[in-house]
């Protein structure tokens, strides 16, 4: 199908059109002035345009100079009432590739002259290897895309794409070889981008990817971090594999400069910063390349990237009843196992996952990991403890956190009360109305209620016995000086009272001395979890390390247990 876009005023000239051309082969869309053909272009491709020039001279939409730069570009035909031989001539010399008559667009003449317009326009704009924009045109297309990002407040990036090892493949495998690696490259490019974006062809093995409409910069790290992706795989030619990576530079309308070749230069320079950094990667236009905000979109994209490959894992930590000993609950820390960086801990990515809006992917992640653990668990006939699991303030306020929590826990056919949440006291107070009714329908489903880092929020008191809570965890910076400062010693009794007081259970966090422990117990604090006892621990080891800690339970002189290191 090929679209045309009209642009005129005139119903008969729409309609004269309409009737020269086979409904089956074109599609006819229309427009009535130059800034809405503008609009329509910036998002849709068209194959060709035919104005309406009568209306040119005499409507109020056309000027010539605005056409100009319209129809440069794209294959154009030019209307007119009557033949005009001076303005025929003008008309090719400001860009159009053919003009009719009005009156005289049947047998076909008006389906050929946009065939041939096409073609004339294809020799002179694209590159004949790989069939992409080459510079001339890339260079308008730039222009256009930043006029419309200035006028609708956008953003845009500049994608410099260089090839590594292209002169080795092409040297020692030949220049057939060579071609077909650019012709499957510019298709890999072409597959990583929206149909709106443009990739051109700036000659050898230059390439250039321009992103409109851009939400933020870590959407243009992603899409480079795809064409990264793509293009170095191997390519297969007579039975040879042709390897090439790309080098890529990106440079961001407006933030790193506002007109078309400043953009351009911004890029390239960005390029050779990739290729210093080895190549196969990609690098932001920055004059000092690597600050803290640079480093933070390269982990935002791959944490993206670390959500949808699941790379992460939960750790468990065994909370202890102090009374007798025994685990009564595993609280779930999740772990993110890079694969180049290793080891990366919640404190570096959850506050980063949170601002980029990724919290709602990782944290079904997180409840989908401790469910399915569980009923591993389960089937292997070990003893199934309580879970806690972390809850984000965003995913706390999200609408349907109910509806994640419940389908978790069914889809591994496992009962509510083997889940526990534990949201930070500063995330249940920020709106406590919402949060009522949130922590009700939490309640009601069975699912238990714990607060954590309790201590450091500011908690009203009046809302603290209105919530169906059902444990209070008290932060482990109060717990850490307990035995040497008298002030966070009064807090720690004061919680445990107040829980008491509420009749919900508390539980010590962080605690890593038995001095702490001994301070806990002797103010009837019942439970606690920290190093003291273990360390988060991988799911193939809990069962382990609870057998210890139960196992070695030894008798105190006045009968209570007491736990050895
Ligand atoms: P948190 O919920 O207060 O978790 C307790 C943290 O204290 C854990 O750090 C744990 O390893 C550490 N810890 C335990 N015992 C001791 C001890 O005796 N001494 C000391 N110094 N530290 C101890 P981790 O695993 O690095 O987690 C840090 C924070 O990251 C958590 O604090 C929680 O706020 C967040 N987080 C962890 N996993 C998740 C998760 O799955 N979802 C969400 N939303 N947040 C999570
Ligand atoms: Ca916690
Ligand atoms: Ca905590």
């Not at 793509?230 to 040879?240: A, E, Y």
């Not at 530079?249 to 080895?278: T, V």
């Not at 040497?484 to 008491?500: E, F, N, P």
Request: glycine residues 8%.
């Amino acid at each position: 199908m090929t679209e045309i876009l009209f642009i005129g005023g005139d119903d008969s000239a729409e309609a004269a059109i309409k009737a020269a051309l086979d409904p089956e082969a074109f599609a006819v869309h229309r427009v009535q002035t130059v800034a809405e053909a503008n609009d329509l272009l910036a998002q849709q491709r068209f194959d060709a345009l035919i104005i309406d020039f009568d209306d040119a001279s005499s409507g109020p939409g056309f000027d010539l100079a605005q056409l100009l730069g319209l129809f440069l570009f794209m294959p154009t035909i030019a209307l007119m009432d009557q033949f005009a031989p001076e303005m025929a001539v003008q008309l090719v010399q400001f860009g159009a590739q053919d003009s009719l008559i009005k009156t005289e667009l049947g047998n076909d003449r008006l389906s050929v002259a946009i065939q041939c317009s096409i073609g004339r326009a294809q020799m002179a704009h694209f590159d004949s290897l790989t069939g992409l924009p080459n510079r001339a045109l890339l260079f308008d297309r730039l222009t256009h895309a930043i006029n419309q990002s200035r006028r609708h407040g956008n953003e845009l990036a500049v994608l410099f794409i260089d090839l590594d090892r292209f002169k080795f493949v092409n040297d020692t495998m030949g220049h057939e070889a060579g071609d077909t690696v650019l012709k499957t490259v510019a298709s890999r490019i072409r597959e990583c981008l929206r149909d709106s974006d443009t990739v051109a062809r700036l000659g050898g093995d230059e390439f250039i990817a321009l992103i409109t409409n851009l939400d933020t910069a870590v959407s243009a790290a992603t899409v480079a971090d795809k064409i990264v992706e793509k293009v170095s795989q191997p390519i297969m030619i007579g039975g040879h594999a042709a390897t090439v990576s790309p080098s890529i530079g990106i440079s961001l309308f407006p933030e790193d400069g506002e007109e078309a070749d400043e953009l351009m230069r911004l890029s390239d320079a960005a390029m050779y910063q990739a290729k210093n950094a080895g190549g196969e990667n990609y690098q932001f236009y920055r004059p000092d390349l690597n600050t803290a905000a640079l480093r933070r979109i390269g982990l935002g994209v791959a944490l993206q990237r670390g959500i949808h490959h699941e790379e992460f894992a939960l750790h468990y930590q065994p909370q202890v009843d102090l009374r007798d000993g025994k685990v009564v609950g595993l609280e779930a820390l999740v772990r993110w196992h890079h694969p180049e960086r290793g080891l990366i801990l919640p404190d570096q990515f959850i506050p980063l996952a949170e601002e980029l809006g990724l919290m709602t992917p990782l944290g079904d992640l997180i409840l989908e990991l401790a469910c399915a653990q569980i009923k591993t668990w389960q089937d292997q006939g070990l003893p199934v403890l309580r879970v806690a699991v972390n809850l984000s303030a965003h995913q706390f306020n999200q609408d349907d956190l109910l509806e994640h929590v419940e389908r978790s826990i069914k889809s591994q056919g496992l009962t509510s009360d083997i889940l526990e949440v534990e949201l930070t006291e500063s995330s249940v107070m920020q709106d406590p109305e919402s949060a009522a009714r949130i922590l009700g329908k939490l309640s009601a489903a069975g699912v238990r209620v714990a607060i954590d880092d309790f201590g450091t929020g500011y908690s009203s008191l009046a809302y603290l016995k209105r919530f169906p809570l059902d444990a209070l965890k008290i932060d482990r910076s109060f717990v850490r000086d307990v035995t040497h400062d008298a002030s966070d010693g009064a807090i720690v009794r004061t919680i445990i009272a107040l829980a008491q007081h509420l009749g919900l259970d508390v539980v010590a966090e962080g605690v890593d001395t038995l001095g702490q422990l001994e301070f806990l117990r002797a103010n009837q604090c019942q439970f606690a979890q920290g190093y003291y006892f273990s360390q988060p621990v991988a799911a193939d080891e809990v069962h382990a390390v609870i057998e210890k800690l139960e196992g070695e339970r030894v008798p105190t002189i006045n009968g209570e247990l007491l736990l050895e290191a």
